[in-house]
């Protein structure tokens, strides 16, 4: 890769550019030291390149200003106080910080993550000082649970799905509550609204094999064995690709129309229901928009929280779906 050692190449210039008791580098002086700590020969126009992204390099964010001093025939910082390794970290840069150590947090128990605890533990610290410095109070929240329920099983399905392992489920689905066992092949393992879930292929002794979604927190046991599988072709990227949520019926997806009030025109252009919308037609009254999916509970669900604000067009079963629904749920009130 090009660009490989950039980055211990920007620490080297820098380390470099700050020696105190050196004088200030020529760019043969940095080639030299660059190359002999790299242990590679690195070329002037390199050093050169690097100097400029140092300087502009909006992506870096350095903005380092270098100059070459003709007096002291090298290169030095204006500021006699600058270095990269000083650059304050701005308000956006610590909430991302926070977002990212928020989701680590969240697998801290697993194995592959358990090794890492002290350092997270520590940039967690370090992240929440920071903010405190720049506020006086919190600014982000992350609307993540504390723990995802079922996190326990994580670590042996990973193992099952890079190893083709077969696995040996006791699941309690949602809807009948009954216990079951499942012979399953892993294939991906998806996240969505506060649940993890595992896309695998349930192996069933009489009935035709097919895919399932495995909700972790529904999970009682789980049994990785020594037996593989033979992996078939399957998309993971486009898995759900017109799906709302992760319930699969079976079903083709179809087009659907949506009539929304003009007052929720830039929540729906902000806030897109699904990557397949776009806008049909605009007048002053409401919004067409045409989104193509598969009808499930998830996207029916959906379509009753945004209330009034919303009425489907097309196609006439979902309509009449949702009209049902809104009565049952209406007479509740009677």
Known sequence: MQNKYAISRYKLID??????????????????????????????????????????????????????????????????????NKIAVSAEDLQGLELAIGILEQFKDLPAIKIFDDAISKIATSIKYNMEQNSSSKILYLDRPKRYMGIEFLNDVVDAIRNRKVLKIQYKSFTKGELKKHIVHPYFVKEYNGRMYLVAKDIHPTKASKFLTFSFDRMIQLLNTNQTFMEEEMDPENYFQSTIGISLTGKNPEKIILKFDISQKNYVQSQPLHHSQKIIKETKSHLLIEIFVVINYEFTSLLLSLKDNVTVIKPLHLAKEIKEMALKIAQRYK
């Open 15 to 84: 380390a470099r550019i700050i020696m105190k008791q050196r004088n200030a580098p020529s760019l043969i002086d940095l080639v030299d030291y660059v190359s002999e700590k790299l242990e590679t020969l690195i070329s002037e126009s390199t050093i050169q390149k690097d100097i400029y992204a140092m300087r502009f390099d909006q992506g870096l964010g350095f903005f380092a200003p270098i100059v070459f001093d003709r007096k002291q025939k090298g290169y030095i910082y204006t500021d006699s106080d600058y270095s990269i």
